[in-house]
């Protein structure tokens, strides 16, 4: 058995549908061949993600670049603590005398 696939696009169009109140679930469901139980859960999905669209996407955003900077810095100090330590195994391994510099 094949099972059919639908788009976002016709789901929100359902629940909407669902919302208006001017059919029942199971009018649509006849009328689209979807089982309400689909329908329903559809329904439910939707609600349910409501808060998310609402939240405050700015402060999330600017919380993950704090965290991405802070990472990135770190990363550097430690580049900058492994360079530092070739350059001076470097510099005791060729006499370059760094005191005369």
Known sequence: MIRKQYTAAF???????????DKTVGELATEYAVH???LRQWKKTALDGLPDLFADRG???????KAE????????????????TQVRWLQKK???DTAAH
């Open 94 to 96: 060729s006499g370059i």
């Open 11 to 21: 789901k929100a169009q359902m629940v909407q549908e669902m919302l208006k109140e």
């Open 36 to 38: 309400p139980t689909q």
């Open 69 to 84: 900077h802070s990472h990135e810095v770190e990363n550097l100090y430690a580049e900058i603590g492994r360079l530092t």
């Open 59 to 65: 402060h999330e955003a600017l919380t993950l670049l």
